[in-house]
T-cell receptor
Framework: DGGITQSPKYLFRKEGQNVTLSCEQNLNHDAMYWYRQDPGQGLRLIYYSQIVNDFQKGDIAEGYSVSREKKESFPLTVTSAQKNPTAFYLC????????????FGQGTRLTVV | QKEVEQNSGPLSVPEGAIASLNCTYSDRGSQSFFWYRQYSGKSPELIMFIYSNGDKEDGRFTAQLNKASQYVSLLIRDSQPSDSATYLCAVNKLGGYQKVTFGTGTKLQVIP
């Protein structure tokens, strides 16, 4: 089945640690996105990538880093510089050309302990 | 100015009524428009998409697009308590590399 897989579903981080959230897609999509969602709030764009080896900052990139070495993979690292990382993180992808919607993974819930 | 704007709500409607959700966008180059529904703690799921001016109906849902006024709306007829969720508007545009832009969503509460 084609889709987007995020792992892990739940992640706990100690203060001061970096953690990496995985996002893999087998839809052959060019564009991939990372969003953060806080309780009761909307989606906020962290980073997006429109093509391999290129990515752009979104609205709240501080304290996060990404890489796009492969078309199917777009991992997000939450660094220790992100002071309030507890949130629900969603990865999405969309076709690079033409008019298509974005597809979402099931999300990763990150909690700082 | 945000690229895609929605009223955060909550929008409360009684069961059986019509819920009207609105979205405005700033980029006149936007070509495709999407409505997603997100239940609490879950991923957004696509409800409808619309590309052309006018109305598009799918069951109890109707999407309306007015490119001249740069707004898109979603009507939900015969609202049910199961429709209670956050509704996200998203826009995309042709040409070059793609970027889908989301609004922050409107929370809908359907009161039994």
């Amino acid at each position: 089945d084609g889709g987007i897989t995020q792992s892990p579903k739940y992640l706990f981080r100690k203060e001061g640690q970096n953690v990496t959230l995985s996002c893999e897609q087998n839809l052959n999509h060019d564009a991939m996105y990372w969003y953060r969602q806080d309780p009761g709030q909307g989606l906020r764009l962290i980073y997006y990538s429109q093509i391999v080896n290129d990515f752009q900052k979104g609205d709240i990139a501080e304290g996060y880093s990404v890489s796009r070495e492969k078309k199917e993979s777009f991992p997000l690292t939450v660094t220790s510089a992100q002071k309030n990382p507890t949130a629900f993180y969603l990865c999405a992808s969309s076709q690079g050309t033409g008019v298509t919607e974005a597809f979402f993974g099931q999300g990763t819930r990150l909690t700082v302990v | 100015q945000k690229e895609v704007e929605q009223n955060s709500g909550p929008l409360s409607v009684p069961e059986g009524a019509i819920a009207s959700l609105n979205c405005t966008y700033s980029d006149r180059g936007s070509q495709s428009f999407f409505w997603y529904r997100q239940y609490s703690g879950k991923s957004p799921e696509l409800i409808m998409f619309i590309y052309s001016n006018g109305d598009k109906e799918d069951g109890r849902f109707t999407a309306q697009l007015n490119k001249a006024s740069q707004y898109v709306s979603l009507l939900i007829r015969d609202s049910q308590p199961s429709d209670s969720a956050t509704y996200l508007c998203a826009v995309n545009k042709l040409g070059g590399y793609q970027k889908v832009t989301f609004g922050t969503g409107t929370k809908l509460q359907v009161i039994p």
